[in-house]
């Protein structure tokens, strides 16, 4: 099977199924015999193709004598991949990228699906939209759907709005935690070829290919997390012997990194909704050297008597919208946020109940992988009304500093995910 071929296959599957694209990428590569070079064009044009798709439409659309809502899905596929190759990649001749695709259909439909193409590099650039219709012009220029554009325009301004959305348009680094219980950054930084250190994350690496495959990961040496995950642990701030709860907790890397501070000396709990994702916790700390976490499947509204007012450090990391994460799940791109206006009521409710377990004097850190003001500065707003027992903390880490106690990462400031933390202190009585 062509790498090509590959990709095609994957983007039909996906848009019947909707699965996670990344998931069904890295399904697909791992039961595959493709050379590296192969894999690394494959991954391109799907993630390519699922992260452009608004954009591409509307190119064939101004291309096509045939309305998008009636061509077969096979040809509508084939088609962006083609013109994802003319237009975003130009290391693939124009010749390779129209007969390769044509490739991919049928006889009967390669005809129309050639002329597409060949009209394309006639006419490209494709005129955008109008800037007078600027909600319009920035779904196309940076495929995203037009109700996401909309919310970030309310929320942000036009301006900032289209910097918030030109952030998402990059490739994302693949950023590692170094497990510091058994290795440096500096030593491993030597053994992983073309790695970097994290701007700010004291213990994070930026790295390169395939993460399983580098050197010290099957050593549990490191752990995948975004350096804003990264610094959202480490205003956390857990110690040595401490007792550290995190309410939402899979796929684990804020639990991996709060044992890894706490020398792996006191007691981490991570709760989370569902059993079957606690086994990846449970094999990520046994992979790492971890012996001090627990986890127990747990609604985060439910309350556990026997856990109140007993922890040092709570960690709420609540299920959110995901708009932070653009760059690294594509098909978020075209989730209209309407659909997650219930989540600032269940994030609250977590948030309330996970404050009962902190100890007089201790830490609540609330966070979310969304850029979103509803479900981030409202919900501590709300929450600070109601608990006068709770107050914001100024934290820092590397030259990140939040005076106020509460800071919105965005990718095209920090280089990293949208994310947000906020850091509380219970008063002490």
């Known amino acids: 099977m062509t790498s090509r071929k590959l990709a095609f296959d994957l983007l039909v599957r996906s848009e019947k199924s909707k699965q996670y694209s990344n998931i069904a990428l890295d399904n697909a590569l791992s039961s595959c015999d493709m050379g590296d070079a192969d894999k690394r064009l494959a991954s391109s044009l799907f993630y390519g193709v699922t992260e452009k798709r608004i954009s591409l439409d509307y190119m064939i659309s101004r291309l096509s004598s045939r309305p998008i809502s009636e061509l077969d899905l096979n040809v509508l596929t084939a088609l ?3 013109i994802y190759q003319l237009a975003f990649l130009d290391r693939i001749p124009p010749h390779a990228a129209i ?4 490739a991919l259909v049928n006889r009967k439909s390669s005809g129309f699906v050639n002329a597409v193409l060949r009209a394309y590099t006639r006419q490209a650039p494709i005129e955008l939209p109008s800037r007078d219709n600027l909600c319009e012009y920035l779904s196309v220029r940076y495929s995203v759907c037009i109700p996401l554009a909309q919310r970030l325009v309310k929320d942000f301004g036009k301006e900032r709005a289209e910097e918030i959305i030109a952030g998402f348009d990059r490739i994302p680094h693949i950023t590692a935690r170094v497990n510091t219980l058994k290795s440096s950054r500096q030593e ?4 992983i070829p073309h790695s970097t250190p994290t701007d700010n994350s004291p213990a994070g690496l930026h790295v390169n290919g395939s ?3 580098l050197y010290g990961f099957s050593e549990g040496l490191f752990f995948v997390q975004d350096e804003a995950s990264q610094i959202c642990v480490e205003a956390l701030g857990a110690r040595e012997g401490e007792t550290v709860l995190d309410i939402c907790a899979c796929p684990g890397s804020k639990s991996f990194g709060a044992a890894i501070n706490m020398n792996n000396c006191g ?3 991570s709760f989370d909704l569902h059993e079957n994702k606690l086994s990846l916790v449970r094999s990520g700390a046994e992979r790492l050297g ?6 127990k499947a747990q609604d985060g509204r439910q309350f556990i008597s026997e856990l109140e007012a007993v922890a040092d450090r709570v960690l709420c990391d609540v299920p959110c919208s995901g708009f932070g994460v653009l760059s690294k799940k594509p ?3 075209y989730k209209d946020p309407r659909e997650s206006e219930a989540l600032p009521k269940i994030q609250m409710d977590i948030l309330e109940n996970a404050c009962r377990y902190v100890r007089n004097g201790g830490t609540l850190v609330y966070s979310t992988c969304t850029i979103l003001p509803a479900e981030n500065e409202k919900n501590i707003e709300i929450f600070l009304l109601n608990h006068p027992d709770f107050s914001l903390c100024p934290w820092s880490v590397g030259n ?5 106690g509460m800071l919105t990462f965005y990718p095209h400031v920090h280089g990293t995910d949208g994310f947000f933390v906020a850091k509380l202190i219970r008063k002490q009585l």
């Open 80 to 82: 962006r991949m083609g």
């Open 99 to 102: 007969n390769e695709t044509v």
């Open 188 to 191: 491993l930084m030597y053994k």
């Open 211 to 213: 993460v399983r495959e």
């Open 267 to 269: 007691r981490v709990l």
């Open 290 to 295: 971890i012996s001090i976490i627990q986890t």
């Open 331 to 333: 098909e978020l791109r």
């Open 400 to 404: 990140i500093t939040s005076t106020d």
